[in-house]
């Protein structure tokens, strides 16, 4: 069973840092495609970023580029976003999710339980 | 970027009644590989989404029969045969192929009468 445990959100002061992490079990970490989404209050699912089994083929959503760093350790079968320069719009609920392996077929998105993110002073 | 719209955004829905929810692109999800890039997730209340539809029509692991999805190109829907309580939710289509970025629709929110 696909299993990924989202942490490190919490309370940040405008202009501050955040690193998130999100454990993975399961399945072959290393070979998969990764993602984080974010839900901000009541609103919609929107994506962040992407990255590829190697972590040498990576895409932002222009909202947060120059600003986030999505990053990799497959040794640790973990995935990470560092968040820089927060602002009040970045308050959201972060959910990391799987995509295809870098083999496969596509079978669309599994998901964490997301955390919440607040940046407010 | 891929526009995804939704319709109708809020469907209330007599348990057992079927139900049906549109998602237009703004650009073609059918690639030359034959397959249509377009997933359904249902995001039931207080919790992650769930992958519901993959490749415009294959349900997912553990998804029951009642969920169906069709359409091509531009064009899809999802169907609920007959809706069950634990369907409510927010309902959203997804694409995968004209990246970045990965778009949503808007979300069409079901619930019971």
């Known amino acids: 069973e696909v299993l990924l445990v989202e942490s490190g959100g919490g309370l940040v002061q405008p202009g501050g840092s955040l690193r998130l992490s999100c454990a993975a079990s399961g399945f072959p970490f290393s070979s998969h495609w990764m993602h984080w989404v974010r839900q901000a209050p009541g609103k919609g699912l929107v994506w962040v970023s992407r990255i590829n089994f190697d972590g040498r083929n990576i895409m932002y959503a222009d909202s947060v580029k120059g600003r986030f760093t999505i990053s990799r350790d497959n040794a640790k079968n973990t995935l990470y976003l560092q968040m820089s320069s927060l602002r009040a719009e970045d308050t959201a609920v972060y959910y990391c999710a799987r995509d295809r392996s870098d083999s496969g077929t596509y079978v669309g998105f599994s998901w964490g339980q997301g955390t919440l993110v607040t940046v407010s002073s | ?113």
């Open chain 2, 1 to 113: 970027d891929v526009v995804l719209t939704q319709s109708p955004l809020s469907l209330p829905v007599t348990p057992g009644e079927p139900a049906s929810i549109s998602c237009r692109s703004s650009q073609s999800l059918l690639e030359s590989d034959g397959n249509n890039y377009l997933d359904w997730y249902l995001q039931k209340p207080g919790q992650s989404p769930q992958l519901l539809i993959y490749l415009g029509s294959n349900r997912a692991s553990g998804v029951p029969d009642r969920f169906s999805g069709s359409g091509s190109g531009t064009d899809f829907t999802l169907k609920i045969s007959r809706v069950e309580a634990e369907d409510v939710g927010i309902y959203y289509c997804m694409q995968p192929i004209h990246t970045p970025p990965y778009t949503f629709g808007q979300g069409t929110k079901l619930e019971i009468k």
